[in-house]
């Protein structure tokens, strides 16, 4: 029987799971080369890097035993090292909110032009939905005045069935894509 190097690496698993020092240290010889390629994929520091190193090789010690297929053992190592790298990634980014953001302030149109131009655009939206069926009216409006409204309180609020309420409001967006007078006067 010819010995790959996948048979090597499951036999060094099993016998390492078993309590085998020499197996464990054959093992990482053998893989730390692959742990520090993935973890060289996510460009590190030094120190971090051989912080993710060194967790990774942490949970395979203590997570060896369980694996049902020692000739994974490369793959789950691999996965393990990405993950770990990630997590090293995503300690560094903190976000830390120095004070409240401004308000959000809609500006007014500089010119008298401008502001006819945005009225016209409202009154061929607000006429677009009215020419929209009673019942998809009735959920965009109530959809437009009660931001944040969940599916349960608009089938309460509308006497709508929950699962009806997606499709509804589908169609309707897709009416007033499709509506040519309000696709005139926005653009």
Known sequence: MVMTSENVVAGLARAAAAGDEHAWSALVRRLDPLVRGVIRGYRLGT?????????????????????????????????????????????????????????????????????????????????????LPQRQRSLLGTILRTPGVSYDELSDLLGMPMGSIGPTRERALRRLRDDSALLLAVS
């Open 47 to 131: 120190a971090d890097a051989e912080d993710v190193v060194q967790t990774t090789w942490l949970h395979a010690f203590r997570n060896l035993p369980r694996l049902r297929e020692p000739a994974a053992f490369p793959k789950w190592l691999t996965v393990t090292a990405r993950r770990e790298a990630l997590r090293a990634l995503q300690r560094g980014v903190r976000e830390v909110l120095l004070e409240e953001p401004p308000a959000v302030r809609d500006e007014a149109p500089v010119t008298i032009e401008q502001q006819v131009i945005e009225r016209e655009q409202q009154d061929a939206i607000h006429a677009a939905v009215a020419r």
